[in-house]
Nanobody, 118 residues
Framework: QVQLVESGGGWVQAGGSLRLSCAAS????????MGWFRQAPGKEREFVVS???????YYADSVKGRFTISRDNVKNTVDLQMNSLKPEDTAVYYC????????????WGQGTQVTVSS
C-alpha cells in the first residue's frame, strides 16, 4: 500500500512561483514512475509531468519550460517547481505513482489547491 501526501499549494499572482512537494510512504517506489496530475473545476484530471525512477521526465506541452519535477529516491519524495504561473494553471494538483509508467489508474494523494490570480 502506498500513501502520497501533497503540500505546498496556495495562492500566487500570475507570473509567480510555487513549489509542491509529495511524500510517499508505505512501500518502496523503486521501478515506479511518479508525477503530477491536475484537475480544474468541471474538468477531467489531466497529466502534468512524470518522472521515472532513473530520472527520465515527460512534460505536458502546457507546462514545458515553466515546471520542473525532481525526485529524491532516498527520501521517497517528489517535488514540482512551478514558475511563471498562469491563471489557467489553477487546479487541484495530485501527486501520483504507478508502475511501470504513470497512468490515471495508479496511486493518488489527496490533492493540494493551487490558485493563480490574474
Amino acid at each position: 500500500q502506498v500513501q502520497l501526501v501533497e503540500s505546498g499549494g496556495g495562492w500566487v499572482q500570475a507570473g509567480g512561483s510555487l513549489r509542491l512537494s509529495c511524500a510517499a510512504s508505505g512501500r518502496s517506489l523503486n521501478t515506479y514512475a511518479m508525477g503530477w496530475f491536475r484537475q480544474a473545476p468541471g474538468k477531467e484530471r489531466e497529466f502534468v509531468v512524470s518522472a521515472s525512477w532513473s530520472g527520465n521526465t515527460y512534460y505536458a506541452d502546457s507546462v514545458k519550460g515553466r515546471f520542473t519535477i525532481s525526485r529524491d529516491n532516498v527520501k521517497n519524495t517528489v517535488d514540482l517547481q512551478m514558475n511563471s504561473l498562469k491563471p489557467e494553471d489553477t487546479a487541484v494538483y495530485y501527486c501520483a505513482a504507478d508502475r511501470p509508467v504513470l497512468t490515471r489508474h495508479g496511486y493518488w494523494g489527496q490533492g493540494t489547491q493551487v490558485t493563480v490570480s490574474s
